[in-house]
């Protein structure tokens, strides 16, 4: 038998997924067969933790169910991308500006609306601050200090 020869036989494997926010991991063992890719071997832990666990696993990225519910953010590039995939916040999308040093316009941040609806009073949350949920739905944004 050569080694890229497959017996689809199944045996337990031991797949961890980890959040990308916290560092948490949550490890299973599944079942799978030596023709089970790599890509597909995560996808079967991170359904699992969808379904069971309560954790949002999209292409942005794995979030815990603490983390999936966190009531503050800092906005980084990768956070931005995490909440906007994620749906962590429902009624926003990427904020665009004009890089300083590029001149070319980029994602710096989120718009982030009143819950109730995409119309009335936005926030913006550019890259550096960090926007809090508020007991009435709404995030407010405290904007990160400026050194110069």
Same mark, same amino acid.
């Given at each position: 038998?050569?080694?890229?020869?497959?017996?689809?036989? $199944?045996?337990?494997?031991?797949?961890?997924?980890?959040?990308?926010?916290?560092?948490?991991?949550?490890?299973? #063992?599944?079942?799978?067969?030596?023709? !089970?890719?790599?890509? $597909?071997?995560?996808? *079967?832990?991170?359904?699992?933790?969808?379904? +069971?666990?309560? /954790?949002?696993? +999209?292409?942005?990225?794995?979030?815990?169910?603490?983390?999936?519910?966190?009531? !503050? /953010? +800092? &906005?980084?590039?990768?956070?931005?991308?995490?909440?906007?995939?994620?749906? *962590? %916040?429902?009624?926003?999308?990427?904020?665009?500006?004009?890089?300083?040093?590029?001149?070319?316009?980029?994602? #710096?941040?989120?718009?982030?609306?009143?819950?109730?609806?995409?119309?009335?009073?936005? %926030?913006?949350?550019?890259?550096?601050?960090? &926007? !809090?949920? $508020?007991? #009435?739905?709404?995030? !407010?944004?405290?904007?990160?200090?400026?050194?110069?």
């Amino acid at each position: 038998m050569d080694i890229t020869d497959t017996t689809e036989e $199944q045996y337990p494997a031991a797949i961890g997924v980890y959040c990308d926010r916290c560092g948490t991991e949550e490890r299973n #063992d599944f079942i799978v067969t030596d023709s !089970t890719t790599r890509e $597909q071997r995560f996808e *079967i832990a991170r359904a699992h933790l969808r379904e +069971t666990a309560g /954790w949002s696993c +999209t292409e942005a990225g794995d979030l815990c169910p603490n983390c999936r519910t966190a009531d !503050t /953010w +800092t &906005i980084t590039p990768d956070s931005t991308r995490l909440i906007w995939d994620a749906d *962590i %916040v429902a009624h926003c999308k990427p904020h665009y500006g004009t890089n300083p040093d590029t001149g070319l316009i980029e994602v #710096d941040g989120l718009t982030i609306w009143p819950a109730s609806s995409t119309t009335g009073e936005r %926030v913006v949350a550019r890259f550096g601050d960090t &926007i !809090t949920l $508020q007991a #009435d739905g709404r995030y !407010t944004v405290h904007h990160a200090t400026v050194e110069g």
